[in-house]
């Protein structure tokens, strides 16, 4: 049986996974990713170490897949989008710590061209947010800073990427300097009406565009691997951001369809087809699929803290030993007590965008305990998942007769029907929430001729569970403007 080993590099996790051609995933080796936060806002990852890992869980799949009886016949690469990475093209070594997307540094470079009126130029070419979120600021910040780095940024010697292109980079052994559409989308550098890099966004941040990478559709012939490096050269014929890659991984290819992904922050998006909607009340458009010539769109709204939340507790408060504790800890209270978890840690997303907002618990009192607090952890991934797509409403026109979910925290039946009750609509649980890698598996998959199209491999996937909502209307909007008190209190 045929299979592609599908590589999910992720903000807190490197993982590889086989996906066999009935879309089932039959082993997966995964590597916790430590996060270094040298300064307040800033957020790095060691892409050696990213490497590292990449190379050990492949290599862990691959040998499975003998044992198997698998015959692995591609690559697809899912990965952290916006986290930058600027390496020598000779040596190969990177210049600098990769700087994630979580990271803020680049937040005065934004603003000061907020101040010089230019976001609405910068919305209409690239669909996003002038915010330090996205790539270009922590480039610039990058070549402004590490000595000599303009220079031989200039000179051609450096090579910027996301991880998809840095990892692409290693693959290949310093053969092909690539990323896909929806990696280039998230940079800030990418105009998405024209499908290619934007020479007066580059200007604006002062980027040398020598030192991009080609722009590739998501299902194509990236290069082959080298064979010392796994073990094997295999086609790498799949790349694509990890949120298009659940999308995708959902089945959500018709105008319309949505998900969110609960992970280390919170995605929601949703497939506008072949029509860029650009936002009136500060949500994204971005690249969702770019394939045979054409370019498919979505709406997204990202909020950074979801699972970083209750992580939160865990490691910090010593409140959980365990994620899973957290739904008995939900389930033993009536109700919240009117405690809130404003979860502003490293500022506030969609639809605020505030990179200066700061955490805020309020509402307790004496009678607060452990399980308060883990509760309003939960219970803020809901508040955060309906002022997205209350916006993403607003702007569309699209309604949402049911939303897809995906991603680490969806494993927990107390907040899918949480988010069902919030949400006030259906929450459907795929049996399979490997998502974003099933994305990069079937991009790859049809790419080397697994599957005919896209649809086929999706239709595929099983659904596991339907939530449907069961509070009651005055209690959904009581919870509702508890919770926007509190983002109140945090943004003035």
């Not at 807190?12 to 039959?26: F, G, H, K, P, Q």
């Not at 497939?271 to 458009?285: Q, Y």
């Amino acid at each position: 049986m045929k299979a592609v080993l599908a590589i999910d590099q992720g903000t807190t996790s490197t993982r590889s996974l086989l996906i066999d051609e009935a879309t089932a995933v039959r082993a997966a080796f995964r590597v916790e990713l430590v996060q270094s936060y040298p300064a307040a806002g800033w957020v790095e990852h060691d892409p050696e170490a990213i490497w590292r890992d990449v190379v050990s869980t492949a290599r862990d799949a691959l040998d499975k897949a003998v044992g198997l009886g698998l015959d692995v016949a591609a690559i697809g690469i899912a990965n952290q989008r916006e986290t930058c990475v600027l390496w020598d093209r000779e040596s190969g070594q990177p210049i600098h710590p990769a700087i994630v997307w979580q990271d803020r540094r680049g937040a005065d470079w934004c603003q000061r061209f907020i101040d010089d009126g230019l976001e609405p130029d910068v919305r209409n070419k690239t669909g996003l947010l002038l915010d330090s979120y996205f790539t270009a600021s922590k480039l610039a910040w990058l070549l402004d800073t590490i000595p000599s780095a303009r220079d031989l940024a200039e000179r051609g010697r450096l090579a910027f990427g996301t991880i998809d292109c840095f990892l692409l980079w290693r693959l290949t052994g310093g053969k092909v300097h690539a990323t896909d559409a929806t990696n280039a989308s998230r940079t800030l550098l990418f105009d998405i009406g024209k499908m290619a890099w934007c020479p007066e966004l580059c200007r604006m941040f002062a980027i040398p565009m020598q030192i991009l990478p080609q722009v590739r559709e998501n299902d194509a012939l990236f290069g082959m691997s080298e064979r010392h490096v796994l073990g094997v050269s295999l086609p790498v014929t799949g790349m694509v951001g990890d949120q298009q890659a659940a999308l995708i991984g959902q089945g959500c290819l018709g105008r319309g369809d949505a998900k969110i992904t609960l992970g280390t922050g919170g995605f929601a998006m949703q497939n506008t087809g072949s029509h860029i909607c650009h936002s009136e009340h500060r949500m994204l458009a971005t690249v969702a699929c770019y394939s045979a010539g054409a370019a498919h769109y979505a709406m997204e709204g990202a909020f950074f803290v979801a699972g970083a939340g209750v992580k939160w507790t865990r490691d910090k408060l010593g409140l959980v030993a365990s994620s899973a504790e957290t739904e008995v800890m939900a389930r033993s209270l009536p109700d919240n007590a009117g405690v809130y978890l404003v979860p502003a840690f490293v500022g506030l997303g969609a639809p605020h965008w505030n990179p200066t907002a700061r955490a805020v618990l309020t509402g307790m009192t004496f009678g607060t305990g452990p399980e308060h607090i883990v509760r309003a952890a939960l219970e803020c991934v809901a508040y955060q998942a309906a002022d997205l797509l209350n916006a993403m409403t607003l702007d569309s026109g699209l309604t949402f007769d049911a939303l897809k979910v995906d991603g680490g925290m969806v494993v927990n039946d107390w907040l899918c029907q949480f988010l069902a009750d919030i949400l006030d609509m259906s929450i459907l649980r795929p049996a399979n929430i490997e998502t974003t890698a099933l994305g990069a598996a079937f991009l790859a998959g049809t790419g080397a001729g697994i599957w005919s199209a896209l649809p086929d491999a999706t239709s595929r996937v099983p659904l596991d569970r339907h939530f449907v909502p069961t509070m009651a209307m005055t209690e959904r909007n009581r919870l509702l403007s508890g919770w926007r008190d509190a983002v109140r209190h945090v943004l003035c």
